[in-house]
Structures are given as C-alpha cells and as structure tokens.
C-alpha cells in the first residue's frame, strides 16, 4: 500500500537561507509520481514541483528543488533563500503510475523570520 | 478565475443530519477527489472518481458517500453526521496524463457538526 512519512512537524529559519524538508514514501509500483504543495495561511493549497521516478535528474522550479534518493524512498524539498511568504505548510504526496489515488502526508509547517 | 470551486464555504450541521458538499471544476479533469484535513493528520482521501458515473473509496471512506454525475460535479455525502466529520474538506481534480500528473484544490469547506 502506498504511504507517505513527513517526521519533521515545524522548522524555523531566517529569511535568504536554505532549508530543506523530508518525505519517505512506500510503494511497490515501479513507476510513480512524487509531489510536494504548498499550503498558505488562507488555506489554499497548490503545487509546487513533481518528480517522475524514472527521471534521474532532481526537478527545479523557481526557487524550489527536489532531491530525489531512489534508492533510500526519498524526495526532500529544498527551498534556497528563503522569504517570509514561503512560510506556510508543506505537504508530500505520491501517486503511482497505473492509478488514480494520491496520498499525502501529514506536513510540515515552515516559519521564515526576519 | 477559479477552476476548482466549493459550496457551501462553510457549514454548520447537527448530529444525525444530511449533509452534502459539493464540488465543482472547470478543468475538464477526469479525476476528482475528496480529502479531509485535521490537525497532526495532513490530507486523507475519503472518496475519489475517474469519471463520471465512478466512484472508489480512498483511505476513511467510512461515513461518507459520493456521487459523480458528470465530469464537472462531484459531490460528498454525509448521511449521518457526527461530531468526529467537523473538519475542514478539500476537493481536487486532475488528470491521469502523466504529463499533467499534479492536482488542483478547491478552497475548502469548513463542516461543523455540534
């Protein structure tokens, strides 16, 4: 069955740094897509960056990358140089390839303080 | 404007009640979705579609029934409300393309089940 773990609850950092974020997933599809979204203070919820499993290449968007270990089930989120309005709640999600259901995890929540 | 939209925004309900969500999207998505947030939990998906006249019970489907008429609608149904279904609902769509794999949220429904 599919599963997706985020361990980190909260994280703090100082505005123009680098943070990362974690995410395992569990899934015995060989192909499968990896995602993370961003939710705001208001509630909406939209995404941010995708990660085909069968692409070697981290993907890139913006300020926002991926660092996808195959090996390992993990796809970290890194977000460089950081603002105030990246803060907000950050969810992982998986959908294998054949399939129509998404799983999420239970998200982190980023503070970025001046 | 907004291609994923929810009514009502907020509902309050009593135990024992009818209560319906509803779901619309402008995307021309096959897929639709039904998530619920609660704290410490992320999203957890109650009811999914692949079209309509299609319905599949995600992860707590317990409690809940939906309803996909067309491609644009799809609706959750709580027949009999309780006190554990106050949360906050979130319907997506998307599609199975894998090069459009991501989803696309509504806004939310705020239930509150006294």
């Known amino acids: 069955a599919q599963k997706v773990t985020q361990t980190q609850t909260s994280i703090s950092v100082v505005e123009k740094t680098t943070v990362t974020m974690d995410c395992v997933y569990e899934?015995?599809?060989?192909?499968?897509?990896l995602f993370w979204y961003k939710q705001t203070a208001s509630g909406e919820i939209v995404f941010l960056i995708r990660q085909d499993s069968y692409k070697k290449e981290n993907a890139t968007v913006g300020h926002y990358s991926l660092n996808f270990q195959k090996p390992k089930s993990s796809i970290g989120l890194i977000i460089t140089a950081t603002q105030i309005e990246d803060s907000a709640v950050y969810f992982c999600a998986m959908r294998e390839g054949g399939g129509y259901k998404v799983v999420f995890g239970s998200g982190t929540r980023l503070l970025v303080s001046p | 404007e907004a291609a994923v939209t929810q009514s009502p925004r907020n509902k309050v309900a009593v135990t024992g009640g009818k209560v319906t969500l509803s779901c619309n999207q402008t995307n021309n998505h096959n897929n639709m979705y039904w998530y619920r947030q609660d704290t410490g939990h992320g999203l957890r998906l109650i009811h999914y579609s692949y079209g309509a006249g299609s319905t599949e019970k995600g992860d707590i489907p317990d409690g809940y029934k939906a309803s996909r008429p067309s491609q644009e609608n799809f609706s959750l149904i709580l027949e009999l409300a309780t006190p554990s279904q106050t949360s906050v609902y979130f319907c997506a769509s998307g599609v199975r393309d894998s090069n459009y794999a991501e989803q696309f949220f509504g806004p939310g429904t705020r239930l509150t089940v006294l």
């Open positions: 899934t015995r599809d060989s192909s499968y897509f």
